[in-house]
């Protein structure tokens, strides 16, 4: 599957049912149209084929929060800062726990959450299904994720499965085996491909990138990191989505406690 095209993304408009809890539309709802990503995270010159899917009103505001924050969040990758009053990013120094080396922190804003409705949207659009908040997944957002202890920062470590998943949507991606969209001037992409875990079960792979979103990592102290993931869909694999060479790939488990089989 592939949304590329001006008309391949308007054909995804017409989806029958709110791509954000499942529904259909009534008559009577009031239905709106959804930016997915949010429109606010692209700069006005790149809003040029968008993604548009449709929504209740209601499940669009409830879940239309964070946008704005991503929004600011990327536009100062490009230089553009909103003014003071209207700032929402909030980034706060500290100190990295390991190396006692200064860390720049974004504060209060979940970069997962938005990146969680995303695929919801692009499952949505490819294939014509409703992915209910409920499936199992595992992403990692584009930067290191910490959590705060006094005036210092520990960072988590990065799960071996991030390296396996990269490499698992670049060899399907040479070997011309991804479902794609590509929207919004082109300033997001996002690739997919479908592999059975050596459970049985089908899981999507997949891989977002907005503008070069790598770059809001802390580059001097991580290697820059993209985003990836993978979610398995109660109902298995869509009919008309792409299955991946690979075939059988292990249950990703994070194994941080290797010697205790009753660890994390
Ligand atoms: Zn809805």
């Not at 692209?42 to 409830?62: A, E, G, S, V, Y």
């Not at 922190?105 to 659009?125: D, M, N």
């Not at 499936?135 to 960072?155: L, R």
């Amino acid at each position: 599957m592939e949304i590329t095209s001006d008309i391949q993304l308007r054909q995804a408009q017409k989806l029958a049912f709110c791509y954000l809890c499942g529904r259909g539309f009534e008559v009577k709802e009031h239905v709106t149209r959804d930016h997915v990503p949010p429109k606010a995270v692209f700069l006005p010159c790149d809003r040029t084929k968008p993604l548009i899917l449709p929504t209740h009103d209601n499940c669009n505001q409830r879940e239309s929060r964070g946008d704005e924050v991503v929004g600011q969040l990327i536009g100062a990758l490009y230089g553009v800062y909103p003014r003071m009053e209207r700032r929402r990013v909030k980034i706060g120094v500290y100190e990295n726990a390991v190396n006692k080396t200064p860390v720049l922190a974004l504060e209060g804003i979940s970069l997962t959450g938005v990146i969680a409705r995303c695929i919801k949207g692009f499952h949505a659009a490819l294939y014509g299904e409703y992915l209910p908040k409920t499936t199992p997944h595992w992403f990692d957002p584009p930067t290191a994720v910490g959590s705060k202890k006094g005036n210092q920062i520990v960072f988590e470590e990065t799960r071996p499965h991030f390296l396996l998943f990269v490499r698992t949507i670049k060899k399907n991606r040479k070997a011309g085996r991804v479902d794609r969209i590509s929207c919004f001037n082109d300033k997001c992409v996002y690739e997919c491909v479908w592999e059975r875990t050596d459970g049985g079960t089908w899981a999507c792979f997949f891989a977002l990138n907005i503008y070069d979103w790598k770059e809001l990592g802390d580059a001097s102290h991580q290697p820059r990191r993209g985003c990836v993931g993978f979610y398995m869909p109660t109902r298995g694999r869509p009919p008309q989505a792409m299955i991946g060479i690979t075939r059988v790939l292990e249950i990703p488990i994070p194994n941080a406690e290797a010697f205790d089989p009753f660890g994390n």
